[in-house]
């Protein structure tokens, strides 16, 4: 236990380039914080007018959790799924030993496109297990009732919030929920105190936990806290993602999140050379190659808060 903390992640911008075009703000992993219970990673594309073409690319060790803002995203990967995403509906991919998929927009040429993508780690009983994908169109909501102004809204995306179960499969305590916050609205999220947490600002503005924040700014709450009071007033759309903080230390590298080196390798020779460790992706003739290993040894990243 850490106890409760107030600080703000800020997003940078990445620029993935190449086939996809289009940057990208990632508020995680952060330098000094690699995961937030078994969240790993947070981008966020858009908002944008552009024409998204993500080719088959690898994953091992985790879930992609993908939440549209806006626009339609098209799913396939190597174990034959083939669907459209669009406003209010979770994609979720569970990597286990080897996976690939691609991501693309919906039409020929640029269209307006927003969303969120997560990673969340596998733990070592899910980590090495067969690969999966889900999608949920219909996901659990509840009121939150307001200290003052309207009532606050949520949407359980991934986890247990409040008493409410998302039917996504997870493999570690964990809660990913979006949150809408009326003008003039003052509310407190209930959070289990022996969870981390953090708040990420996606429109509008909000204080939390006292503490302004701006749009794209991610807050971590850490832990030992029961509750966390959110106001805005013009009105907020926010995404709560936390859960019992992982265990383990975890090697991070392009799409893979392992525990060593070795198996870092393991899996970039094995993407390399087609291995039917990832399978193919039907009606794709291109995929995206492994970036070069750094000429040093990867090891775990470490929290420094």
Not at 94 to 118: C, K, M, R, W
Not at 188 to 194: S, T
């Amino acid at each position: 236990m850490i106890g409760p903390r107030r600080i703000v992640l800020e997003p940078r911008e990445v620029p993935l380039g190449g086939v996809r075009g289009m940057n990208v703000l990632r508020a995680l992993p952060h330098r000094n914080l690699p995961t937030i219970g078994a969240w790993c990673f947070l981008d966020r594309f858009g908002p944008a007018d552009t024409r998204m073409r993500v080719e088959p690319h690898p994953h091992i060790g985790l879930q992609t959790v993908t939440w549209p803002l806006v626009g339609e995203i098209r799913h396939r990967d190597s174990l034959g799924s083939d669907t459209d995403l669009r406003r209010g509906q979770l994609n979720l991919m569970t990597a286990g030993n080897g996976i690939s998929h691609s991501e693309y927009s919906i039409g020929d040429g640029p269209v307006p496109l927003d969303a969120l993508q997560f990673w969340v780690v596998l733990p070592e009983s899910a980590r090495h297990g067969a690969a999966g994908f889900e999608q949920h169109t219909a996901l659990p909501g509840l009121t939150l009732p307001s200290e003052h102004g309207a009532d606050a809204s949520a949407t359980v995306v991934l986890g247990e919030f409040a008493g409410v179960r998302s039917p996504a499969s997870v493999h570690t305590p964990i809660v990913g929920a979006e949150i809408v916050v009326p003008a003039g609205t003052r509310v407190r999220l209930p959070l289990p105190a022996d969870w981390e947490h953090a708040v990420l600002l996606v429109e509008g503005d909000a204080v939390v936990a006292e503490h302004p924040l701006a749009v794209n700014e991610t807050l971590y709450l850490g832990d030992s806290r029961v509750e966390a009071e959110v106001e805005s007033a013009t009105g907020a759309l926010l995404f709560l993602l936390g859960g019992e903080p992982f265990a383990d230390e975890i090697v991070m590298w392009w799409n893979f999140a392992g525990r060593t080196h070795d198996e870092i390798v393991e899996a970039r020779d094995a993407w390399e050379a087609a291995s039917p460790r990832f399978g193919e992706v039907a009606g794709h003739d291109v995929r995206i190659p492994a970036p070069p290993l750094p000429p040093v040894r990867l090891m775990p990243r470490s929290r420094s808060l």
